[in-house]
């Protein structure tokens, strides 16, 4: 549920991504946009308000420790594909990075790691398989958890055994881990709103901002120029 948000995540670092209505990457255009419809309906009626409410009420200090604690968790999920993708330096610095938070930084909830030099990485298997060649495949908007790809949802269902919250066995405290990560997360992007509401065609710009920055991180935010074939331009 976490994945609500993130296409609007990647709206600030992607930039205002504009593309006709088509795309090739798009072939279910319609039933995404009937999705995003709902998405969207079910954000600004449950999860906005109910994220408006938890700023209100909740210090920045509390805010902070609980947005440490639950990136602390997703660390096996990195460590696992850094090295998968060939990155042992990477994967032992966030080996490292994961025992001192989860030590010194008491379950998380603080990060000495990163003023000791343990710098945050953010990987996972859909980066590791464009890594080693997977294409996108279609574009997929999903019912509460927002855009993907299917080589994306193929690396979401892959990560599942990575998920540390999965190993609470006391349903009640899975439940509420979980609606605290999703309130939280939502919490962080309300400033985004305004970025996405301004768009001609919000759907167009998640659309290309989500494919633009998945393309950034299995570069390594270094993605290799686009070929154009100029000949199409010549008489």
Partial sequence: ???????????????????????????LEGVNRGIYKFNDAADTYVLRPVAKGYVAVTPGFV????????????YPLTIVNQFLQ?????????????????TLGIGGLFDPATPLGLERHDED?????GKWGVGNGWYLMLPFLGPSTNRDLTGRIFAIPLNAT?????????????ALDIVNTRAIL????????????????????????????????NPPRE????????D
């Fill in 86 to 102: 060939g990155k042992p330096a990477d994967g032992f610095s966030d080996i490292g990075r994961l025992l001192v938070n989860t």
């Fill in 190 to 221: 309300l400033n985004t709103d305004r970025l996405v509401r301004n768009q001609y065609d919000p759907y167009v710009f998640i659309r290309d901002a989500y494919l633009q920055r998945r393309r950034s991180q299995v570069y390594d935010g």
């Fill in 125 to 129: 298997f859909g980066q590791t398989f």
């Fill in 166 to 178: 999965y190993a609470v066995e006391n349903s009640e405290v899975l439940l509420g881990l979980s």
């Fill in 63 to 74: 805010r902070t420790g609980v947005t440490n604690f639950f990136n602390n968790l997703t």
């Fill in 1 to 27: 549920m976490r994945l609500i948000a993130l296409g609007f995540a990647v709206l600030i670092a992607a930039g205002c991504a504009h593309s006709p209505t088509y795309d090739p990457q798009d072939p």
């Fill in 227 to 234: 070929d154009f074939d100029f000949d199409d331009f010549e």
